[in-house]
Structure formats: C-alpha cells, structure tokens
C-alpha cells in the first residue's frame, strides 16, 4: 500500500474509532463496553500506523497490493458478516477463525482448534459468564430451532 493511502485508511479509522469511544461514554456500562474495549485499542493502533508512516523510512520500491489480495481481504470481511448474520456472532466467532486459520493461513489443525477454543473461551467468558451480554441467535440457527 502507498505511504500516503496507509495514512488516509490510518486516520480513517481513528475518526471511526475514536467516534465510537466518544458516542459510548454516554451508554450504560455494559452497552459501552464492547466498542469501548474495541474502539481505544483500535484507535491506539491506527496512531501507532499513522507515527510509523510518518516517521519510518520510505521503501525504494512499494508494490501495490494485487487486486486479487483486496478482494480476498474484502471476501474474508463480507464472510464474517455473513457468519454472524446466519449463526450469531458466538458461533460466527470460532467457525471463522478456525476457518481463517486453515483456509488462508494454512495452519495446521492442532493449532487452528487450539487457537480457535481459546479465542472463543475469551470471547464466552469476557462477553457471556462476566457481563451477561445477550447475542442474538442468527437466521439459521432460528430457522433450526436451536436457539437457546
């Protein structure tokens, strides 16, 4: 990506982060928590990417990503959408980062199922056991009736 296109996406998403931590300051705590505990380090990070671009050095060559690379990223995104909308985002959480390990980061399966239960175990027990968040069951999960 070109230096001043990973600035642009860099402060993009601190506005957008940033926006987020400033609209749930209002919210009731537990309504608040989850883009808080998303937005700081999201904004954190994105003003770690815009000090890096614009203290690091510049590259003699940067290649510009391949079309097929931006359309994987972006397939991978709409994917996780489509996941939570038909499973729930718990269920959405494990089955795409196990997919995601194997599929594109070619893991092996050890590894892709220890990694997936402990994301998982953190997203449950953050989420779930400590502040009883309620997540909607997805389309397919209703449509079975496994709903809980």
Not at 15 to 31: E, R
Not at 124 to 133: E, N, P, R, V
């Amino acid at each position: 990506m070109s230096r001043n296109a990973s600035l642009a996406l860099a402060v993009g998403i601190m506005l957008v982060a940033g926006y987020a931590v400033f609209a749930a300051k209002g919210w009731q705590w537990k309504a608040a928590l989850f883009p808080l505990a998303i937005g700081i380090p999201l904004f954190c990070l994105a003003a770690a990417e815009v000090l890096w671009t614009l203290l690091g050095k510049k590259q003699a060559s940067q290649e510009e990503p391949a079309p097929r690379g931006i359309a994987l990223s972006w397939g991978w995104m709409v994917a996780f959408l489509a996941l939570i909308v038909l499973l729930g985002f718990p269920i959405a959480v494990a089955v795409f980062v196990l997919l995601y390990l194997k599929l594109q980061a070619k893991e092996g399966w050890l590894f892709s199922i220890v990694f997936t239960a402990a994301i998982w175990g953190a997203f449950y027990g953050l989420f779930d056991a400590l502040l009883h968040l309620p997540f909607p069951a997805g389309w397919l999960v209703e449509w079975l009736g496994l709903a809980g």
